[in-house]
């Protein structure tokens, strides 16, 4: 092959990687030499009828006439979704006006079939959907409470439109009791707007009777857009016994929670919860509790240093027998979730926590789970956070960890199983260094580049390249070495 051909097949690859690539959003997509299409309506509301207004333009080079413009698609219900243009000329552009009701919110496709012979992209419209307040889920932090005990009632309440609810008249939850003698702090509140396809979640402290029995509850809320919503939940009240701690220095000899028992911490244990209450933590200091019972949460102590002097605090461990519905599924295997209320105090009291806990060996065996890998989980805003966590100790049963945490609220006990490596070891050069590379089944060898669809379309194209090249050499070989010739007869 000469240069002067190699220079014009390599212009042409590289004009052909220079192009980009489309891909219609409808099927049959008409070319830009048939029909084009655009929005007249930019905004449409689920559920509300209204019309949906295009402009189509004729791009052929000859008029058309008695074309019938169809609207396609599942994100509506119609009333006319079929219009007859008795002509358009060449160039022309015309409205066609559509009357629907959208039952799906979000950004949909507008196709406009022209008389079946293509379908015209008129781009999307957006779809609103109007506020609209429901109640997801009311639970209390234990579904069995102690006599005269706090605890919370928490809900979740969702605004599942894409309007803001509350704009007119501020969202209001009101919680009441409907049976029994719990007796409830701040029952109504004002929560004002939430936003579209957003929740906000609430929690109310609940003071138990000093008798046994059940409490009912029932959560109204309401706002204007929004509408109203209700839930329901309920706790039972039971006696337990409470024991009082004196003033001592606590401690670990191998590490974990550490700090003084506070004069007067009381610690209720009742199935599956712990319920701490200290009297007051002086600024700067570490109030150690150690929890009996250790079955019910498998925590065995908790010590949370303050940065302001707190009085009255409680601190609330219970270990659900369910993922609560507020948090995420952890990306490793779960033992146990925590979940860890406090009353008086917050997270900007607290400089630190250390939360000692134990897992059952049978439990690592039965899910081939590593106890070097088993960690406390926090979970925050952004998600799960893995905490500094240590082995402490281990006995025949169990396995004592101990984890750092700047806060206190939901947790999550996880492990993971063992990870098969392939380790590969270059030899080097005499003087070089030698290498050693571990690959996890799973992720890409350092340095590898990424795989995935888009390189196979890349080698694919070059493929058909090489091809094109290969045909042009051989059939230019074909030729007579004079050049092309005719013979005339």
């Known amino acids: 092959m000469n240069h002067k051909l190699l220079g014009i097949v390599i212009a042409l690859t590289l004009f052909a990687l220079s192009v980009p690539v489309t891909f ?83 950004s949909q496709d507008v196709c406009v079939s022209m008389g079946g012979t293509c379908t015209a992209d008129c781009t999307q419209v957006s779809v609103t959907s109007p506020a609209e307040l429901s109640v997801v889920s009311i639970t209390p932090s234990s579904t069995t409470v102690a006599t005269s005990a ?70 109204a809320v309401s706002g204007t857009p929004g509408g109203t919503s209700s839930g329901t939940t309920s706790v039972t009240v039971s006696t337990t016994t409470t024991t009082t701690a004196a003033a001592t220095t606590g401690g670990t000899t191998s590490g974990g929670a550490a700090g003084e028992v506070q004069p007067g911490t009381k610690v209720t244990i009742t199935k599956g919860k712990a319920t701490i209450t200290i009297p007051s933590v002086a600024a700067g200091k570490a109030a150690l509790v150690n929890v009996t019972k250790i079955e019910e949460t498998n925590v065995k102590k908790i010590s949370v240093t303050v940065v302001n002097a707190v009085k009255n605090i409680q601190i609330i461990v219970e270990k659900p027998a369910d993922k609560p519905a507020e948090v995420t599924n952890p990306s490793e295997t779960v033992y146990h979730y925590l979940k860890v209320d406090k009353t008086n105090f917050t997270d900007s009291d607290v400089s630190s926590a250390t939360i000692d806990f134990q897992v059952e060996k049978a ?36 396995v004592s960890y101990s984890a750092q945490s700047p806060g206190l609220s939901v947790f999550a006990i996880t492990g993971s199983q063992p990870s098969a490596a392939t380790t590969t070891t270059t030899v080097p050069q005499a003087g070089a260094a030698t290498t050693t590379t571990t690959t996890v089944p799973g992720q890409q060898p350092p340095g590898a580049a990424p795989s995935g669809g888009t390189d196979m379309l890349i080698l694919g194209f070059v493929g058909l390249v090489v091809i094109a090249i290969v045909g042009a050499a051989y059939y230019y070989k074909r030729q007579p070495k004079g050049g092309f010739s005719y013979k005339a007869r």
């Open 150 to 219: 706090s605890f919370t009632v928490s809900a979740t309440i969702q605004n599942g439109g894409t309007e803001a609810a509350g704009g007119t008249t501020a969202v209001a939850a009101t919680l009441s009791s409907t049976s029994g003698s719990c007796s409830i702090a701040s029952a109504t509140r004002s929560i004002g707007t939430i936003a579209g396809s957003s929740s906000s979640s609430q929690s109310w402290t609940v003071t138990a009777p000093s008798s046994a029995g059940t409490c009912a509850f029932s959560l």
């Open 363 to 398: 439990w690592l065996t039965a899910n081939n789970i590593d106890e070097s890998t088993v960690a406390l989980n926090r979970y925050e805003s952004s998600g799960w956070r893995k905490l500094t966590t240590t082995k402490l100790s281990s006995n025949t049963t169990h």
């Open 24 to 106: 219609a959003a409808c099927n049959n997509a008409c070319s830009s030499s048939q029909y084009t299409c655009s929005l007249t309506t930019s905004t449409m509301t689920r559920g509300t009828s209204g019309t949906l207004e295009v402009s189509v333009t004729n791009q052929q080079s000859q008029t058309q006439s008695s074309v019938a413009a169809t609207l396609l698609g599942s994100w509506f219900t119609g009333e006319t979704t079929s219009q007859v243009i008795s002509s358009i000329s060449a160039g022309e552009s015309k409205s066609v006006s559509f009357t629907l009701t959208p039952n799906t919110a979000g």
